[in-house]
């Protein structure tokens, strides 16, 4: 008899059904993962709101997950039924010059697990077990499911690798700015200033030390932040909103010379004072995805407590209720953050 599962699927933007598929069992060198947890990342509402260019329906969502090993297929290795993993979501195709460098984010062929391929919305979930990522001793499943927009966090924040000491902005307290303004203490940047419109938001960055300013008009960022560092321009800014107005309060608030890492995506294409990047010499980066070793960093950050994302998770949703979530991040995302469903 073939056992079945449940998974949860987008016949079109804004509908989450249920149906029943037959549950996966091991290929050679796969394993089958039992999924606990399964992060909201704003790209999946861009996706549930039918904003997000690069994709197509149906669709089945889930890319930041933790669960537990319950079956290994012939040839692996390393892992035993019950250990705690999470899996890099992002398939390059393994054989051209960015692949074999480690830039697998830049691959033509990228594909996405819980984009054009399946992500882990089921009871369980069959991947390379070489996607698989083995959580240390003490790392949550919560936690676990929060390693993907960590290492989102620190491959964008080594795009700054002279930000030692120096004062930084982070342009929206979502869950990957929050991230970012972590992994920014960590590698030694100076006062860190986190703006966002919501204060909720900026209530969890202050509660994790750092400077909050609140954006509540177009020119807020530009003219309070120098009087959270001292008088200092930001020498670096992470745009992790992805929207133009956002993107031009970086760029004119930070310094000559300085960084701006553009993290957040644009659901419309932005109206840019290139004017600015021309004239103070602004270094514009954009930053997408992670290394395997921004994935490794993510994971240690968390195993030696050197990051704290407890903070930032404010709800749990049931799986059979996973629309919820999206209701949750879109009607009150002045009262929200991280939203995780559970299974
Ligand atoms: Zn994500
Ligand atoms: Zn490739």
Known sequence: MVETMTQAYLPEPGTILYRQVERPTAAPGEVVIAVKRIGI?????????????????????????????????????????????TVMPALGCGACDRCRSGLFAQCEGLRFIGGALPGAGSNYFAVEARYAVKMPAGVTEDDAAMVEPLAVAVHSVRKVPDLGGRP??????????????????????GTVVVADREPFRLAIARSMGFETLLADSPEAI??????????????????????????NGCIRAVERGGRIVVVGVYEEPPVTEMVLVQDKEILLAGSLMYTWEDYGAAVALLSDGDVDLAPLRTHH???????????????KTGESLKVLVDL
């Open 41 to 85: 990342c704003g790209s999946d509402v861009h996706v549930f709101r039918g904003k997000h260019p690069l994709v197509s329906f149906p669709l089945v969502q889930g890319h930041e997950f933790s669960g537990l090993i319950h079956e290994t297929g012939a040839g692996v290795e390393g892992f035993r039924k019950g250990d705690l993993v």
């Open 222 to 247: 530009e003219k309070r932040v120098t009087g959270l560092m001292e008088g200092r321009n930001p020498w670096a800014a992470f745009e992790c909103v992805g929207a133009g107005v956002v993107l």
């Open 168 to 189: 930084i902005l982070v342009a929206g307290a979502g869950t990957v700015g929050q991230c970012i303004a972590q992994v920014a203490r960590r590698h030694g940047a």
């Open 317 to 331: 949703v049931p799986f059979e209720q996973w629309a919820e979530g999206y209701k949750i991040l879109i009607e």
